[in-house]
């Protein structure tokens, strides 16, 4: 929701339907002291009721990070680059998007979070659909507690690879889940 600061003498005015998506080129300035994000491609995601209304497709979020994601892959040619968001870029899609598209994606995940291994391979001539998702993995904040009675640091790695979706390749690799908690209050 956009609020317009100026013509809010009398009344609160709102217009529904405009959300900026950006990404920005981090680059360290000689004369300052810190990073500046330089913003190189920006995205007017319209709302839910505004697609509705145009009779369009609603894309969410992630989906038009996905299509940037492409275009930045476009752009530079399979050289790897990162990805960092919040936990709204948490999902398994972008990260498969960006792991195929040789990019790391960094992005916050609930301790709470319900994880899940890969499914077991169907065997032949069963009959009904295919399971989604394996097993019930330990819950991150599970595996920290275990880390932290045993006072060591710990990497947490979950299953083989992100379940895939049908239209990409089914290359292997590994995610690993740094598990990470901030120390003040």
């Keep these: 929701m956009f609020c317009d600061a100026v013509a809010i003498r009398a009344a609160r005015v ?79 899609h972008l990260g498969w998007e960006c792991l195929t598209n040789q990019a790391t994606l960094i992005s916050r995940l609930r301790l709470d979070a319900r994880l899940f291994a890969d499914p077991k391979p169907v065997p032949a001539g069963r009959r009904g659909p295919k399971p989604k998702k394996g097993d019930v993995l ?11 009675s045993r006072g060591e640091e710990v990497a947490i790695q979950w299953g083989p690879r992100p379940r895939a979706p049908a239209h990409t390749s089914s290359a292997s690799s590994s995610e690993r889940w740094p598990a990470a908690r901030s120390t003040s209050p």
């Design 138 to 148: 330990a819950k991150l904040v599970t595996r920290e507690e275990a880390a932290r």
């Design 14 to 92: 709102t217009c529904l339907g405009v959300e900026w998506l950006a990404m920005a080129l981090l680059v360290p300035m000689p004369w300052s002291q810190r990073v500046w994000a330089l913003p190189f491609l920006t995205l007017l995601m319209p709302s839910e009721q505004a697609d509705t209304a145009a009779g369009r497709r609603h894309r969410t979020t992630v989906e038009w990070t996905r299509v940037m994601v492409r275009l930045v892959v476009r752009w530079l040619g399979r050289r790897p680059w990162i990805l960092i968001g919040d936990g709204r870029y948490a999902c398994i």
